[in-house]
C-alpha cells in the first residue's frame, strides 16, 4: 500500500493515460495510428509499386518543370542583354547600317532608295550617297529605253560603284558626261551596276536577273585584277554572301545556291540591329588584323600573301598552278558565258581589266619575289588570250596608268592613281580609266556605224 504521495502521483499518472485513451479513441485504434504514422515517416519502410510510380512521376514533372524554368530564365537574361547591348551601341557607338545588303538572289545590293551622307575612312570625308530603287549607286532608272538614247550598262565591283568618290567624278559619270558632249546628236546613258565586293560570277548573274531587263546596247564588265580571281573561286575566298561558281567535268558552269533564308535574315539584322552590325565589323577587323598582321602597312592589307591567296600575288604568277589555275578555268569560263549571252541578247561587250597599284608603282610590287616567278602584266596577258579565244573585245589599262604615274613610285602622292597609292580609284584614277573606256566606246560605235552604213550601202 503506498503512501499518499505515492498514490496521488500513481492517480495523476492514471489521469494523463486515461485523458490519452479518450481523445485518441480505443486502445486498438490508436495503436494503429501511431504505427502507420511511423510507416509513413520512415523513408526505409517498404512502399507499393502504385505509391512508387506516383514518387517517380512526380519527381520527373519536378525536372521538366525546373528545366523549362532555367531555360527561360536563360533566354530571359539573353534578350535582356541584346536589349542592353543594342541601347549601348546606339548611344556611344557612331556604327552606322551597312550600305551593303544581303539578297537571295543577286547576293548582295546597295540599300534601295538610300540617300545620305557618309563618311568613307578610305577617303578620310563625307560622301554623298545615293542609290536607287534596284539597289544601285546613282539615280532613279526608267525600264524603258527612251527612244533615240544609247544605254551602256557597266558592270563591276566596289571600283565601279566608287562609294569613296563623289558621284559625278565616277568613272560611270564621267563617260556618260563624255560621250555626251563628243556627240551632241546622239544621247548615251550609262548605267552604274558596280556592287563591292561582287565577283564575274555574280555580275553574270545580275545581268541575267537584271541587267539585260533594261536592253543595254553596250555591256562593259569590269575585271578587277586586285581580286577578281580570288572571289570567282571558292578555293580562294569564302564569303556567304558571294555568289559561286564551279566548272564541272563536262566543262559546264555549276552556281553554288545561296540560302535564301539567311540572306533575309541578315539582311534584316543589318536594317534593324547597330550591335549586329557592330559585331560583324569588330570580327571581321580581327580576322583581317591576324590575317594581315605580318604584311607591310604600306599596302594597307590589300596584298594578301596567305596560302588561300585570294587573288593577292597569284594572279600574278607566271607558273600557276592547282587552285590558281582552277581559278583562271573559272574567270575564263564565266567571261566566255557573259559574253556570249550579251552577245545573244543583241547587245556589244567589252572587258575592261582595271589596274592595281602594285602594276603601278614598281616599289610595291612585291620586291622580295624571285625574278620570274610574278609579273605585273601577266593579269593583262592572262585576260588578253581569253578573249582572244573566245572572240570577246578587251580594253587594258595598265599602260595608261603608268603614263600617268611617270615615277612609278608611291613616294610620288601627287601621281597616285588608288587611294593611299594601293586601294581602290581616287579621282585622278577614275578620270584616266573614264578617258580609255570613253574613247573605246566612241571607236566602237564609229566602227559599228561605219559597217552599218556599208551594209545599206550595199
Known amino acids: 500500500m503506498g503512501t499518499p504521495e ?3 502521483n500513481g492517480g495523476d499518472m492514471q489521469t494523463t493515460v486515461t485523458g490519452k485513451r479518450q481523445s485518441a479513441g480505443p486502445r486498438g485504434s490508436f495503436v494503429g495510428a501511431a504505427a502507420g504514422q511511423s510507416a509513413a515517416s520512415d523513408p526505409t519502410a517498404p512502399m507499393g509499386e502504385g505509391a512508387r510510380a506516383k514518387q517517380s512521376a512526380a519527381a520527373g514533372k519536378h525536372r521538366v518543370r525546373t528545366f523549362f524554368l532555367k531555360l527561360a530564365t536563360l533566354a530571359c537574361t539573353l534578350v535582356i542583354l541584346l536589349f542592353v ?26 540599300l534601295p532608295d538610300f540617300a545620305a551622307d557618309v563618311y568613307i575612312p578610305e577617303c578620310d570625308q563625307k560622301v554623298f550617297l545615293r542609290f536607287n ?6 539615280g532613279p532608272v526608267t525600264l524603258e529605253k527612251p527612244e533615240g538614247v544609247r544605254r551602256v550598262a557597266v558592270i563591276g565591283d566596289s571600283f565601279i560603284a566608287a562609294v569613296a568618290t563623289d558621284e559625278d567624278k565616277t568613272i560611270v559619270r564621267l563617260v556618260e558626261e563624255q560621250l555626251n558632249k563628243s556627240d551632241p546628236s546622239t544621247r548615251w546613258e550609262v548605267i552604274n551596276f558596280g556592287i563591292s565586293a561582287s565577283s564575274t560570277g555574280q555580275e553574270l548573274v545580275l545581268y541575267r536577273e537584271l541587267v539585260r531587263k533594261y536592253k543595254p546596247d553596250v555591256v562593259v564588265c569590269a575585271y578587277c585584277v586586285m581580286n577578281d580571281l580570288g572571289d570567282n573561286c571558292r578555293r580562294l ?16 558552269l555549276v552556281q553554288q545556291q545561296l540560302s535564301a533564308k539567311r ?5 534584316w539584322l543589318n536594317r534593324n540591329s547597330r550591335f549586329y552590325v557592330w559585331q560583324r565589323h569588330a570580327t571581321q577587323k580581327a580576322i583581317n588584323s591576324l590575317r594581315h598582321g605580318a604584311h607591310s602597312s604600306k599596302v594597307g592589307g590589300w596584298l594578301d600573301l596567305g ?15 592547282g587552285d590558281l589555275a582552277y ?18 541578247d543583241g547587245s556589244e561587250f567589252l572587258l575592261v581589266a582595271l589596274p592595281t597599284g602594285l602594276q603601278v608603282c614598281d616599289d610595291l610590287f612585291f ?10 602584266y601577266y593579269p593583262d596577258q592572262r585576260l588578253s588570250e581569253i578573249c582572244g579565244r573566245i572572240g570577246a573585245p578587251i580594253l587594258l589599262l595598265t599602260d595608261r596608268f603608268r603614263e600617268a604615274s611617270p615615277h612609278h613610285s608611291s613616294e610620288h602622292e601627287a601621281e597616285w592613281l588608288h587611294y593611299d597609292g594601293v586601294g581602290h580609284f581616287n579621282d585622278r584614277g577614275n578620270a584616266v580609266a573614264a578617258d580609255a573606256i570613253t574613247e573605246a566606246l566612241r571607236l566602237r560605235y564609229a566602227r559599228s556605224a561605219m559597217r552599218d552604213q556599208l551594209l545599206l550601202e550595199r
Open 237 to 252: 575566298t569564302s564569303s556567304r554572301a558571294r555568289i559561286y561558281f564551279d566548272v564541272n567535268e563536262s566543262g559546264e
Open 307 to 321: 596560302p588561300a591567296d585570294p587573288g593577292g600575288q597569284g594572279i600574278y604568277n607566271t607558273s600557276p598552278d
Open 6 to 8: 505515492s498514490a496521488s
Open 367 to 376: 620586291p622580295d619575289a624571285e625574278a620570274g616567278t610574278v609579273d605585273r
Open 327 to 344: 581559278a583562271w578555268q573559272v574567270s575564263e569560263k564565266l567571261i566566255e558565258t557573259m559574253h556570249n549571252e550579251v552577245r545573244a
Open 85 to 110: 547591348a543594342e541601347g549601348a551601341t546606339r548611344l556611344f557607338s557612331d556604327i552606322t547600317p551597312p550600305l551593303l545588303c544581303n539578297h537571295p538572289v543577286l547576293g548582295t545590293t546597295y
Open 133 to 138: 530603287s534596284l539597289g544601285m549607286r546613282g
Open 263 to 267: 540572306a533575309t535574315l541578315n539582311a
